[in-house]
């Protein structure tokens, strides 16, 4: 009996601990990423609406930062996911983490955490932080949606590599943890490689100190 897509995600995730990169001085926080298995698996992201006080209508996963109350990154990233969308704890079985990287410009470590969905759950957006929740069919997110760093659309330059879905640009810091989760679904051949890391070359600006 082949083996099912939740059993081969999860061990394309643990084949190796995800390492701990830190940027020193900057807040740590934590991002579901939600896999749900439908005719084909997809993921679940968000827009920001524009009334936030950053990153307004920017695709994103869903999350946010570490409270002093939360356990762990986990915990972390499904409490941010049921106050966004009111996605049931209950109905996520968690596969993985990938690796902890920082944000540098925005001065944050992000912690994605990997979450697994049986059955297309029920969502209700919080109309204060999300203005639409989209459903993207993993097999999607390949080169043919993929644009280079630099890439202009609708008349925005965008300086990230970026994916084009059904006309919504995901750039950023979610296009970032999109290559890694492609990186690791690669590895284990459950989706094409998504190609060289622009970012390997890529030399962060310095981070400006912050006020006291």
Wanted: aromatic share 8%; net charge negative; charged share 25%.
């Amino acid at each position: 009996m082949p083996e099912s897509f939740e059993h081969r995600l999860r061990s394309a995730l643990n084949t190796r601990p995800p390492r701990r990169d830190a940027q020193q001085g900057a807040r740590d926080a934590a991002v579901l990423i939600p896999v749900v298995e439908r005719d084909e698996p997809a993921l679940i992201f968000t827009v920001r609406t524009d009334t936030l006080p950053s990153h307004k209508g920017q695709i994103s996963f869903p999350g946010g930062s570490i409270d002093p109350g939360d356990v762990s990154a986990t915990h972390t990233a499904l409490r941010e996911a049921h106050e966004e969308i009111s996605l049931d704890p209950d109905d996520v079985d968690i596969v993985g983490e990938l690796d902890t990287f920082p944000t540098f410009v925005t001065g944050y470590n992000v912690t994605p955490v990997v979450g697994f969905i049986e059955k297309r759950p029920a969502l209700t957006p919080n109309p204060a932080e999300v203005a639409e929740v989209l459903w993207v069919p993993l097999s999607e997110l390949d080169d043919t949606t993929r644009s280079e760093p630099g890439f202009e659309h609708e008349g925005r330059s965008y300086p990230t590599e970026a994916w084009v879905w059904n006309g919504h640009v995901i750039w950023g810091v979610t296009a970032r943890i999109i290559r890694l989760f492609l990186h690791r679904l690669a590895e284990a051949g459950l989706v094409e490689s998504p190609g060289p890391d622009p970012w390997l070359d890529w030399t962060p600006p310095p981070v400006p100190p912050r006020e006291s």
